[in-house]
């Protein structure tokens, strides 16, 4: 469902590849490591979910154009994480991780089940970089986003046996 699973299978893969120990090395001091990149994947869909419960409840029927979200993963642009989805070393092994990643993924999954599309089409809330999109868009996006993580993971990993 809008390639999420295919998306989650190619960030686990890379992960399976990973030791403990290249998890925790954060490549410079102001960059993440990779357990810290997964954490922010983990804290950024549970935000989204929170978000997209919200914008249900809410009930406010808005129309968003559809935005270029497959360019998510273009990382020549930089995008500061807000505060909330900054990662806190909550994740002290790998194993945290995935199954951080797997609670988050069954919310998502549970909240959009029985939604009707339109309900997903007709309800929006902002991102800070493509502005308002409808939920439908929000859900697409985590998997974007991860990918876009992912090439970041196989960089900090490149980064540290260079």
Do not use: C
């Not at 806190?88 to 998502?108: H, N, S």
Request: proline letters at 4%.
């Amino acid at each position: 469902m809008y390639g999420l699973d295919e998306k989650r299978k190619e960030l686990l893969h890379f992960v399976e590849e990973v030791s403990e120990q290249e998890a925790s090395v954060k490549p410079e001091e102001d960059r993440w490591s990779i357990l810290e990149v997964l954490e922010h994947l983990y804290l950024m869909e549970q935000l989204i979910v929170y978000q997209i419960n919200q914008a249900l409840k809410q009930g406010d029927t808005q129309q968003a154009t559809e935005k270029p979200i497959h360019k998510t993963t273009n990382r020549d642009y930089k995008v500061d994480a807000p505060e909330a989805v900054r990662p806190k070393g909550e994740f002290k092994t790998l194993d945290d991780a995935k199954e951080g990643l797997k609670k988050t993924r069954e919310a998502t999954l549970f909240l959009i089940h029985n939604k009707e599309e339109d309900t997903l089409q007709n309800r929006v809330f902002p991102h800070p970089a493509f502005g308002d999109m409808n939920l439908e868009q929000w859900v697409e996006f985590i998997g974007w986003h991860e990918l876009r993580h992912l090439d970041q993971m196989k960089e900090v990993k490149a980064h540290i046996h260079a």
